[in-house]
């Protein structure tokens, strides 16, 4: 996520020597030492596997399994997973509707050589990503960039395990073609090496606040404009670290300005359409701060 981990991350890397050891922020670990097989991806096609999980979650990484570009088997002294993928992937998540995949994607991040390694997948950091209990989602990548493909695929489908509270459907893959329709050719066999980093914890006030400079940025609006709205943004998550008590009322305060001034240029200098989103996520951490 682009707010911080409430993970230890030099924790979970100590521990990621051990294939064996379960991530409570990682959808799903891959147990190295039980491969038997693995394999390319083929451009054109899409591979991944569908989820629920029994609480709501924050997606806050997606990623994919880096195998040892050798292809060395893990019996092999030199066996070197988390060497660095080859190519560039696009991994992409989704909410599943019936027998469709919503579109926009929730999430997108393109994975490749220079991603975070944990746990021998590579990671990219995207915007959290709020998940549901109520819904089935579909996390898959194809193949984006490059002249390498790498061993994304690995067999038998059992080295790929899910962990609490991420239950894993099945591993399903087709031709991009068929894209919103969800991939239906299932694999009995393989685990398709996709995987995210998420949270059980939601995003608090900094946090979203952090966020929401960012999408201020992402909207790339004229310069005065821009650094008009993230100082007030800035001010507010100043006035969030401050110890004294009245920091909320001091934070409201900054974000109603925001808000004020956000409308001031909705249909000008900002379209209505990014108006709309700016103006909602700073009413819902004003929400949040008032208690609600």
């Known amino acids: 996520m682009r707010s911080k981990l409430k993970t230890i991350i030099c924790v979970l890397v100590a521990l990621a020597w051990s294939s064996n050891v379960a991530f409570s922020d ?5 147990d190295t030492g039980s491969i038997t097989s693995t394999n390319t991806s083929g451009s054109g096609c899409i591979y991944g596997w569908d989820f629920t999980s029994t609480e709501d979650i924050v997606v806050t990484h997606l990623g994919l399994y880096d195998h040892d570009n050798e292809n060395r088997p893990p019996t092999d002294p030199d066996y070197n997973p988390g060497d660095g ?17 919503v579109e926009p994607a929730l999430a997108s991040a393109i994975v490749g050589p220079g991603a975070q390694l944990l746990a021998n997948h590579r990671y990219i950091d995207v915007e959290d990503v709020e998940l549901s209990k109520d819904y089935s989602y579909f996390i898959g990548f194809n193949y984006s960039s490059g002249s390498m493909f790498d061993r994304t695929i690995v067999r038998p489908q059992s080295v790929g395990t899910a962990n609490s509270p991420i239950n894993i459907g099945y591993q399903r893959w087709d031709y991009t073609s068929t894209l919103p329709t969800l991939p239906d050719m299932i694999s009995e066999y393989d685990y398709l090496g ?7 914890e939601p995003p608090g006030p900094v946090e979203l606040l952090e966020d929401l400079i960012f999408q201020v940025e992402d909207f790339n609006l004229q310069q005065g404009i ?9 001010a507010a998550v100043k006035a969030l670290e401050d110890v004294n008590e009245n920091n909320d009322i001091s934070a409201i305060n900054k974000l109603e300005a925001f808000i004020a001034e956000v409308e001031a240029q909705r249909g000008n200098k900002i379209t209505d359409a990014q108006a709309t989103i700016l103006v909602n ?3 819902a951490i004003i929400d949040l701060l008032n208690g609600g």
Do not use: C, M, P
Not at 93 to 100: A, K, P, Q, T, V
Not at 194 to 200: G, I, L, P, Y
Not at 226 to 234: A, I, M
């Open 281 to 283: 996520d700073a009413q």
């Open 194 to 200: 996709v995987n995210f980093q998420f949270t059980t």
């Open 85 to 101: 993928l080859l190519g560039s992937y696009e991994v992409r998540l989704w909410r599943i509707e019936g027998s469709s995949l």
């Open 226 to 234: 821009d650094n008009s709205l993230d100082v007030k943004l800035e």
């Open 26 to 30: 990682v959808a799903a670990n891959i």
